[in-house]
């Protein structure tokens, strides 16, 4: 059984510039969610896809955009980055209600 | 608006010690509670799952409590080690409302050999 796997592990991008990141979800887990953690805080809920559909958002601007496939692999895409965007950005996977999340080991943006 | 707080927000301990890390949140209508373990710049590892119909989940020297009418939950570490040093990570899923874990800002554990 994979886990969930999440690419680039470390990312530097330039204020004003887009970032792509991706998530490939827990085999058989049809539900992936996005969390953004900044440094010495708790993870932050950007959004929540099922079955290639978003059915749930935090509060986060709408440049913050995604995707899931139908392998229900992932993408968060962020535009007009800013320095605050600067966080680990952590992909998190789940089957049912009553299942717990597993999550990847994040990718670490650094916009500069 | 669900918030949750974990007490305290670092520890430090001897090697061998009992401890027991707090986890409070403000609205008991929750689907289930997670426990995760945090390394420095790592992903999230899960410890212990409880649901809402659950008191408590034990895995190794781990128990998780839970009750939920008062909104707490702990975690027991039982003869800590130095491995066991990381942050900890408590998260309630709501029972309202889409899907997603609404998380504390966590635990720093040192153990000490």
């Known amino acids: 059984e994979t886990g969930v796997t999440q690419s680039p592990t470390h990312l530097i991008k330039t204020r004003g510039q887009q970032v792509t990141l991706r998530c490939s979800s827990q085999?058989?887990?049809?539900?992936v969610s996005w969390y953004q953690q900044a440094l010495g805080q708790g993870p932050q809920f950007i959004f929540q896809y099922y079955r290639e559909e978003e059915n749930g958002r935090g509060n986060f601007p709408p440049r913050f955009s995604g995707l899931q496939f139908p392998n229900y692999s992932s993408e968060l895409n962020v535009n007009a980055l800013e320095l605050d965007d600067s966080a680990l950005y952590l992909c998190?996977?789940?089957?049912?209600?009553?299942?717990?999340?597993?999550f990847g080991s994040g990718t670490r943006l650094t916009v500069v | 608006k669900q918030e949750v707080t974990q007490i305290p927000a670092a520890l430090s301990v001897p090697e061998g010690e009992n401890l027991v890390l707090n986890c409070s949140f403000t609205?008991?209508?929750?689907?289930?509670l997670q426990w995760f373990r945090q390394d420095p710049g790592k992903g999230l590892t899960s410890l212990l799952l409880i649901q809402s119909s659950q008191r408590e989940q034990t895995s190794g020297r781990l128990n998780a409590s839970l009750d939920k009418s008062s909104g707490r939950s702990t975690l027991y570490i039982a003869a800590s080690q130095p491995g066991d040093s990381a942050t900890y990570l408590c998260?309630?899923?709501?029972?309202?409302?889409?899907?997603?874990?609404?998380f504390g800002t966590g635990t720093r554990l040192l153990v000490s050999p």
């Open positions: 609205d008991s209508a929750i689907y289930n």
């Open positions: 998260a309630v899923r709501p029972g309202t409302g889409f899907q997603k874990l609404v």
């Open positions: 085999s058989g887990h049809n539900t």
């Open positions: 998190a996977s789940s089957l049912r209600e009553n299942y717990g999340y597993t």
